[in-house]
């Protein structure tokens, strides 16, 4: 076995420990779950958000973003849509945060009950050499995005419009030796890289900094982004 550089005396001693344990201090929760059947509605989508995009600015966010490149951002009142496709999406959208919401918490029911959720939410639509650099999302506890069409990357291009997240934690990656570079899942250490897929959801805290690397396809690639901020109704009376 891994022998110790120190004398075989205390090595031998270090042997019979047997009470040791693992806490995941730390832990940066992400939620994954998929739309059933997704195709049909996400056909829709995308027909309805190229076509709002073709209009021009009259749906386009009228802030502009330097680490936006390529891609265009719609304002952010889209849960307000009253189109069927958009609130059916929604109604995903919001029921999957809220469990996540609920697992990670644990409220008693009568708490839970009263959560209300705020929202913040907009489409891209991203095209060839289309990305966008490192940034969080101020202002709201959850975000998330939900692939609507991931385009057609190459498949000599890996990283084609994936997302990528940063390891939230500064310090952790100033030594890298046996002891650390093999660490498995919630405790690996570096940047976690995901690839969208049709229908998928993603869940992830907003203060986690991330980006889009260069699309690289000749099919839009087309995503829903929002943002949530949760505040409480107070008890009855």
């Known amino acids: 076995g891994p022998h110790a550089c120190i004398p075989s005396g205390l090595a031998r001693e270090c042997l019979r420990v047997s009470n040791l344990?693992?806490?995941?201090?730390?832990?940066?929760?992400?939620?994954?779950?998929?739309?059933?059947?997704?195709?049909?509605?996400?056909?829709?989508?995308?027909?309805?958000?190229?076509a709002r995009e073709a209009t021009g600015d009259a749906y386009r966010n009228h802030i502009r973003r330097d680490t936006q490149v390529g891609l265009f951002e719609s304002a952010f009142d889209l849960h307000m849509w009253p189109d069927p496709p958009v609130q059916r999406v929604f109604a995903f959208i919001h029921e999957s945060l809220a469990r996540i919401v609920q697992q990670l918490n644990a409220y008693p029911p009568d708490v839970y009950e009263r959560l209300?959720?705020?929202?913040?939410?907009?489409?891209?639509?991203?095209?060839?050499?289309?990305?966008?650099?490192?940034?969080?999302?101020?202002?709201?506890?959850w975000s998330g995005i939900f692939c609507v069409d991931p385009g057609d990357s190459p498949a000599d291009d890996p990283s084609s419009g994936c997302v990528r997240f940063i390891d939230p934690r500064p310090g952790a990656g100033m030594y890298s030796d046996a002891g650390n570079q093999s660490l498995k899942g919630q405790y690996h250490q570096g940047g976690q890289q995901i690839r969208h897929e049709t229908g998928r959801l993603l869940l992830f805290p907003s203060y986690l900094m991330h980006e889009i690397f260069t699309y690289r396809g000749s099919r839009p690639r087309i995503v829903i982004a929002f943002n949530s901020w949760i505040t409480q109704d107070p008890p009855p009376t």
């Open 116 to 141: 209300v959720f705020n929202y913040h939410s907009w489409f891209h639509v991203t095209r060839n050499g289309g990305h966008q650099g490192v940034h969080n999302h101020p202002m709201a506890s």
């Open 21 to 50: 344990q693992i806490t995941p201090y730390f832990s940066v929760p992400f939620g994954y779950t998929h739309f059933e059947n997704p195709q049909p509605v996400c056909d829709e989508l995308a027909a309805l958000f190229l």
